[in-house]
């Protein structure tokens, strides 16, 4: 499976943004697809998944998110979106899509993307 994310860029506070993250195969089939982002120095942070059946579970701890990202799919298609409003320069980051396996003990993320990467001037 290979994924691959597009749609990142420069916006400036407050603006919109939507990312896509499409796989090559049959990511569904794997388990849920998610999106990641990682900040300079920062360790890399869970943003929300999306399963097959169009369930979607978010960071439940991440207040600076809350309201402000949604994630959407298209079966069909096998592509996962990240629709991001009202962004704030600390949502500057890479972010990256991944195949979410859920089972006994923590989830696992077997597949990985590139990255694409957003700024927020303020």
């Known amino acids: 499976v290979q994924l691959e994310e597009s749609g990142g860029g420069v916006v400036r506070t407050g603006e919109s943004l939507t990312l896509s993250c499409v796989s090559n195969?049959?990511?569904?089939?794997?388990?849920?697809m998610g999106w990641f982002r990682q900040a300079p120095g920062k360790s890399r942070e869970f943003l929300g998944a999306?399963?097959?059946?169009?369930?979607?579970?978010?960071?439940a701890d991440s207040d600076s998110i809350k309201g402000r990202f949604t994630v959407s799919r298209d079966k069909a298609e096998d592509k996962i979106y990240l629709q991001m409003n009202n962004l704030e320069p600390e949502d500057t980051a890479v972010y990256l899509c991944?195949?979410?396996?859920?089972?006994?003990?923590?989830?696992?993320?077997?597949?990985w993307g590139q990255g694409t990467q957003v700024t927020v001037s303020s």
């Open positions: 999306i399963s097959w059946s169009g369930r979607t579970t978010y960071d």
């Open positions: 195969g049959r990511a569904f089939n794997s388990g849920a």
């Open positions: 991944a195949v979410v396996l859920y089972g006994v003990g923590p989830p696992k993320y077997p597949y």
